[in-house]
């Protein structure tokens, strides 16, 4: 990502070659130039999704071709005992099926859906076993995200608008035994949110294209440069002041999210089992803040690490963070600090600190402000009761303290040893893997920055991916904590492009993080995921097809 307004010719140069690229290649390929045909509005049809094209793939799948399929209609009736009486109700009420009390017998003939609590041997939560007889769909499962995930693979079998046509109509659900569970209990996505603001109804757009692909955390980047997207009770000038303009429009009026919408986008989440984790970007990347109040920054976009009122007003912030998102974890950015780039050293109270900080003997060195300023953010989180994740910038900068670490930057892969050596905690996100603000494929849209130099991120790349570190003990392996997929917005200001850079990639970040060891197949993952990008068409999202119609997009 990230050249802040501190840069603005090297901005400029991204732009121009931005501009350039698509032009370069499409003449050089001889492909039609991107974005300039219309998509043709699809027509909907009933796309289920084949047993043998389920994405992510389940561990093991049984099909019983000489068994009757089960019949799934109206009258059908969903049943659970107690424990798993939440992902029950959701699936009865997504299909409009009847739920049967606990424990009460089926009148004779009619069939059931029947969710049963059994204890399965997986390491990381959210396993199941799904059954389709002719007489019973029997899901059992440990705990209610298990469950969950079995009626999303049950609606993946079905077509997409099953509820609306079950009062008309019955569907077969082929006779198998499907055994599953992930492989990573990380299974992100991220979103950039201050780059240019992607509402609720967006943000709950996205969650629920993840919980159809079982991912489980969504990370909001919820402020930078170009803005800060939440509003928070004791610095109002956050949001009515930060929150103005964005990448595209400097002046854009403010855009933020309420309390009321987090809690409405955490609540949304969390009854897909997906986990909302919120990142505050600091020291660096604050430009926004900056403009509400800069009494606690270097004049640029860095804060004044030198301030002890600048910690009051963070504390502050995430106390207000903290009450508003229940999950486990805050966010604290640390990343592309760049302190030569920041006034620290022009600001004689920096300097001050650099000293203190420095080995005795040696010139100041601000490297050690920036590892003291993040110590302090590792405990402020930690006061307020979160664990603290960082950019993985904090492990160049020497920290040591316990906290998850969110590797990004490929050619670093030292820092992922090094945070497991020390006992930390990773979440992997290397760039030309996971980041989704990379075009998809040559020409199309994307960022041109950030060691983005080893070709698109397309589906095959990522999905021929093992994320796993050679090398590593079992005591490491176990602190991998999964993989995230971050998508920046510098470029992404649309709901049709938003959708673009996540469709069908989504699927293929959702198959590295859930299927076991082996890497899927790349030719044979994307005939997979041909009925997927079929049944999204379908649901009229801006989905990218495949190389045929790539260059066929709207991006507004
Ligand atoms: C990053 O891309 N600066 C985390």
Redesign the pocket.
Known sequence: ??FDGSLPAFRARCTQARRALPWLLSVCLGLPLAGQAEQVAATPKPVPIPLSALVPQPQAVTTQAEQAPFILNAQVFVQSTEALSVPARVLAQSLDLHMLPTGAAPASGATRIRFEQLSLDSKVSGAYRLKIGSEEVLIQAAEPSGAFYATQTLLQLLPQEAKRTLSAGRFELPAADISDAPRFEWRGIMVDVARHFHDVKRVKGVIDQMALYKLNRLHLHLSDDQGWRLAIKAYPKLSTVGGRGDHSRPDAPAQFYSADDIRSIVRYAAERYIEVVPEIDMPGHSGAAARAYPEYFDGLVTFNPAKPETYHFIDTVLGELAALFPGRYIHFGG??VWVEKTRWAQMPEVVAMAQDLTPAGQAPQMKFVEAEFARRMVQLIQKHQRVPIA?DEVIAAGLREGMVVQW?RMDHPEAVLTALNQGQSVILSP?DRM?LDYAAGLGEPGAPW?GNTGGPVSVEKIVAWEPMPEGLGEAQRQRVLGIEA?L?TENVRSEAYLQFMLYPRLAAVAEVAWRQQARSEPKAFVKRLAPHIARWKAQGLNVRGGLADAHQYRLH
Do not use: A, F, L, V
């Open positions: 990502m990230r990343d592309e950019w990004w760039s980041y950030e971050p920046w």
